[in-house]
């Protein structure tokens, strides 16, 4: 019912930056949020960053101050900036769909790799 992609991911220098983006399409009118996950190799899966509709942001401690999260509505993509990357940063990225009546939808990841 909802297609989510994600694109942006691959492999970067520690201190350099990478942008993520997720297209999402079908059943879209009921979006309540848009948000980022991340699963880093054996470690459970941990919130980067959510959007609301209402523009409401959200970051989990680790990425506070590096990540910045922004949705373009008119295309139905949301962004991860990344700055400052760092080696624990190295994770596969999901992203993630919430809408009225507690659907989720997840993508299939993009993986991204800090190293030198």
């Known amino acids: 019912q909802v297609q989510l992609v994600e694109s942006g991911g691959g492999l970067v220098q520690p201190g350099r930056s990478l942008r993520l983006s997720c297209a999402a399409s079908?059943?879209?009118?009921?979006?309540?949020?848009m948000g980022w996950y991340r699963q880093p190799p054996g470690k459970e899966r941990e919130l980067v960053a959510r959007?609301?509709?209402?523009?409401?942001?959200t970051y989990g401690d680790t990425v506070k101050g590096r990540f910045t999260i922004s949705r373009d509505g008119a295309k139905n993509t949301v962004y991860l900036q990344m700055d400052s990357l760092k080696p624990e940063d190295t994770a596969v990225y999901y992203c993630?769909?919430?809408?009225?009546?507690?659907?989720?939808?997840w993508g299939q990841g993009t993986q991204v790799t800090v190293s030198s």
């Open positions: 993630n769909s919430v809408h009225f009546g507690v659907q989720e939808y």
């Open positions: 079908g059943r879209i009118f009921d979006i309540y949020a």
């Open positions: 959007i609301t509709n209402d523009a409401i942001t």
